[in-house]
């Protein structure tokens, strides 16, 4: 997901580090892609031919290159998308990237990751293990900017390491990889379990059959076949994340950084909590209902483990980004929409617990920039966030959301009380709407308004004024209420009513 362990088929010795970022690239033309579901493939300019493949936990390669005497794979260990830290821990395991060169056809490393989208408190470390068809001729590694031929471990940012292959005769070079968050044994254990042998026709059968089945699950008529492909790829997207965490033995790293088995169901993550809440879940949960249980018992599991549910789960830590709680319209949606194989009461404890006792989860994320947890007694206390609490307008209609969520939930599983607590806690978003201009906006403490131009992004999150004040679904008619609208038009007639204000 985040780049943790970049692998380059290089046409060539290896002479500069490639912790130089300029020193090994790979120039390539579209026009020599191909690209499917659960299939890649691409020639580099330098003549490499790639053929790429997967399965859930492993992936398997074919790297055709040129003939040569000294062609090379490099495995940047030490640069992924965030930059592989000493400064990352999750515990007494070491702490920075690493790769060793086991006998004359393995790899196996760890790279220690985190600062998703700038969160300071997004830790993980990912183990590795790759296999060849074929011994190496050749192999060294980095370390900043040098290279050390012969060497078979290297250690913290900015290294790597390097094999090499007489491609002469033989210009095939097969390779099998497997990831693990919970150890090197773990995923050899899935590597031998996904892709036991070297059969990567099968491998890419596979994967396009299971993309097929689900792909099938929905069947549109009409338009072109370039409409057909868009609303396909775009389902295609859409499946692509939370992700299988847990590895074949049901083992993964839990929040609590110790090590727990995902019994009768599989462990989850990395879930775009606040960007998925509002539709991707209820088009999961339709499709792959078991699956999105799964999700869902999956964030429970997170909130035994941290003592609340997370905001943006990225592998076993929250990167707390994002305003409102997203985990509660998520649940509440996966359930609503067919996904209801997961401990209910459970969840329902969680989502309250989350909306009552804020100081759980502003321990698990202090230095949330959209909003501050410390802040949630104002919520509580006058029905809003002012905007020196951060994103204001926007984050009170987050909370009102997952109040509404918790409340439908509750009503759900026959919770009268918690329905009726919540359904009225949803109601929040009323304090935020200005009649005078028919738009959700920051409000001070005082009560008084602040005016905002309905496009201006100031004091919202990713939005603004005329795109939030929708922001409501679960009281629409209230927002369109005639005497609501009479009051925004100065008791104005013959007007026409929009959520924008009177127009003509």
Known sequence: ???????????????????????????????????????????????????????TRAGIGRFTFPASADSNLLFDVGQNATGASKDISMSAKEKDASIEIVGGQKIVGRVSGGGFCGSGSNKYTVYFVAEFNRPFTKFGTWNDSAVNGGQRSAHGPHT??????????????????????????????????????????AVQKAAHDRWNQELGLITV????????????????HSLLTPTAFSDVNGEYIGFDDQV??????????????????????????????????DMAQSLLADEQQSGGLPMWPVANHDSCVMPGDPACPIIAGAY????????????????????????VREKICPDNEFQAWGSFGDYLKHGYLSPDKHSGPSATLEFTTADFSIAQFAKTLGDTDTYQTFMKRAQFWKNTFNPQTGYIEPRRHDGSFIPVH????????????????????????????????????????KKMITL????L
């Open 160 to 201: 790597g390491g390097f094999v090499g292959f007489d491609t002469t005769k033989d210009q095939l070079v097969g390779l099998k990889v497997a990831l693990s968050y919970v150890s090197i044994e773990n995923a050899w254990k899935n590597l031998d379990k996904e892709i036991p042998d070297w059969d990567f026709d």
């Open 454 to 493: 309905p496009a201006s992004p100031d004091y919202y999150v990713e939005g603004n004024a005329a795109q939030y004040s929708w922001l409501v679904p679960y009281n629409m008619r209230t927002l369109f209420d005639p005497r609501i609208a009479i009051d925004r038009c100065g008791k104005l007639q």
């Open 1 to 55: 997901m985040l780049a943790d362990v970049p692998i380059l088929p290089v046409a060539g010795p290896v002479t500069s580090s490639p912790a130089v970022r300029t020193a090994h690239v790979a120039p390539f033309s579209h026009a020599n892609e191909q690209a499917s579901p659960g299939f890649y493939a691409v020639k580099l300019d330098s003549g490499v031919k790639v053929q790429l493949t997967a399965t």
């Open 221 to 236: 008529s009409g338009g072109t076949d370039e409409e057909k492909r868009v609303f396909y790829t775009s389902l295609y």
């Open 500 to 503: 924008a204000g009177c127009v």
């Open 260 to 293: 727990h088995v995902a019994s009768g169901y599989t462990q989850y993550a990395n879930y775009s909590g606040w960007d998925i809440y509002r539709t991707q879940v209820q088009l999961v949960a339709m499709l792959n209902p078991k699956e999105m249980s």
């Open 336 to 359: 609503a929409f067919g996904a209801r194989d997961f401990d209910t009461p459970a969840a329902l404890r969680a989502m309250v617990k989350g909306a009552t006792h804020p100081e």
